[in-house]
């Protein structure tokens, strides 16, 4: 009788044992990171609290700012990986486009991203977290000698993890990984990404307890008869969620046209000027989660909380331009609840809006801000939900952010991580290493590869397609074999050529007006 039993394969076993090994590790790391973060931030609100009773404190803020710009100016010149948030290095790094070293990443970050986020400046540690993980996750794995994919399997792993452990969002941080930085949902990403993001929240839940990050408390839904308003605040995020795209682009810009500092320590400005700001509203600094929170409670006036929004997108994006470690993650969502809660605020003033939803449409934006900034709206969904702690929002959540992603998506708006990897790979690419490397790239629903054949196409120049992956079973191709839709095609190439190899694929296996080359013989 033939045997239908499969042999056990180990594989999937060792990737949960490396995954758990690297969530631990990281849980760990980035809990102490925001931990001290924490701890940085009230103290530096407490001396400005002295300042008003003797001005000479704001003497010492001064000195110390331009202690804190030298040293993580420092960092950043010896290290240019470390620059801002680190999220579009860690993309970059699983494309194939540039390498780092791993240790020097993950110490520098560490305490750079320490000083200029507790410092006071409006920047995020979410986006650090993930890089301090993705540096774990590459260290891990280069103790261990894992090379190619398994080395791209672990730091993915590690940059769930940092971010689990920064946000208590495991899921929303295993999908953000998939959607928004390697761009692939192989079986094998999402179950070491999702096991490193587990263990690591457990880990960082054991620091902090089990309450949400951002337990905003509600006491209605919202109507059906108020739907109406979740479209109209879609556009407003999507329109100045663009707004915010063009100017973060262009402060790196700005910051050059500065010639009386050398460029690493442009971190001089910002921390300078923020310290009007710390004296009159010492309660706006920081990444903004604190702030968020005490919105329902405090109910500041429209004028207030304008000017809160006006002074907080103007000061994360300096932070952030002037290159020091520290992200836009959390300021993003700061920035969205912010708009929620002035959009209620004006409606109720002339009786179109009861002040008991101002809780609901600062969730709601939190996440539509996002969704179209990130251009990742399953994520912010996800994000929010969890951060918050209520399934309750999953329907405007959905609405919001979709109206929003469209509104970006229509005013050319490219996700903004990788809009800054594309303007950082010139100065952080190292020299290839001319090893060997494997791509996978998923098949889309209307790509024009579906149904055809794999020699009607032209494949890249020195790329060879290796295996096609179909859910649990995966098969050697040769030229006659189908291509359908949910395949994985797995390719190998020169790891130099990795990133041209990665585009063209990509562009083949999503990109519905491909010819094949059938089509194009036949024209």
Do not use: C
């Amino acid at each position: 009788m033939q045997n239908h039993l499969k042999t056990w394969d180990p594989t999937r076993l060792k990737i949960i044992g490396n995954a758990l090994i690297i969530g631990i590790i990281i849980g760990f790391i980035v809990s102490m990171f925001r931990f001290t973060i924490e701890k940085s931030l009230t103290g530096v609100k407490s001396i400005y609290g002295l300042a008003h009773q003797n001005s000479w404190w704001l003497v010492a803020i001064a000195i110390g700012g331009l202690i804190i710009a030298l040293i993580a100016g420092w960092m950043v010149k010896t290290t240019p990986a470390i620059s801002g948030s680190g999220i579009p290095q860690v993309e970059g790094q699983l494309a194939g486009e540039y390498s780092a070293k791993w240790w020097s990443v993950l110490w520098k970050k560490f305490i750079g991203g320490i000083l200029a986020i507790g410092s006071g400046l409006m920047l995020g540690r979410e986006g650090p977290s993930i890089q301090l993980g993705a540096s774990v996750g590459q260290g891990y794995a280069s103790i261990m000698g894992h090379r190619g994919t398994d080395q791209r399997v672990s730091i993915a792993g590690g940059a769930a993890a940092g971010l689990s452990a920064a946000f208590n969002a495991p899921i929303a941080s295993t999908l953000f990984v998939l959607e928004e930085i390697y761009h692939n949902f192989s079986p094998v990403v999402w179950l070491s990404a999702l096991t490193s993001a587990v263990s690591a929240n457990f880990i960082s839940l054991n620091f902090f307890g089990l309450k949400p990050v951002l337990a905003i408390k509600y006491a209605h839904a919202l109507p059906l008869s108020l739907y109406g308003h979740l479209i109209i605040i879609g556009v407003i995020l999507g329109i100045l969620g663009r707004l915010y795209q063009i100017v973060l682009l262009k402060s790196s810009v700005w910051y050059q046209k500065i010639k009386f500092l050398p460029h690493w320590l442009n971190g001089i400005i910002p921390l300078l000027l923020i310290i009007p700001i710390g004296y009159y509203l010492p309660s706006t600094l920081g990444g903004g989660n604190h702030l968020i929170t005490s919105l329902t409670s405090i109910s500041p006036s429209l004028i207030a909380l304008m000017a809160i929004l006006v002074v907080r997108f103007v000061f994360s994006i300096m932070a952030y331009g002037s290159g020091l470690p520290g992200g836009i993650f959390l300021p993003i969502l700061t920035l969205g609840a912010l708009i929620g809660a002035v959009y209620v605020m004006a409606l109720h003033q002339i009786g179109l809006m009861p002040l008991v939803f101002l809780p609901n449409f600062i969730i709601y934006a939190m996440a539509g801000y996002f969704a179209g900034i990130g251009k990742a709206p399953f994520t912010a969904i996800l994000l929010i939900t969890e951060m918050v702690g209520s399934l309750s929002h999953l329907m405007p959540l959905a609405v919001v952010s979709l109206i929003a992603y469209l509104t970006v998506d229509l005013l050319h708006g490219a996700p903004i991580y990788e809009s800054l990897l594309h303007r950082l790979v010139p100065e952080l690419l190292e020299q290839p290493s001319g090893k060997q490397d494997r791509i996978e790239v998923p098949v889309l629903e209307g790509s024009s590869l579906v149904d055809h054949a794999v020699r009607e196409f032209s494949w890249p120049a020195n790329s060879l397609l290796i295996s096609i992956r179909h859910g649990e079973n995966e098969i050697i191709p040769n030229g006659d074999s189908i291509i359908k839709v949910g395949d994985t095609l797995i390719v190998t190439t020169q790891h130099d050529n990795r990133a041209f190899v990665r585009h063209q694929l990509s562009e083949m296996a999503q990109n519905i007006s491909y010819k094949t080359n059938k089509k194009m013989e036949s024209q």
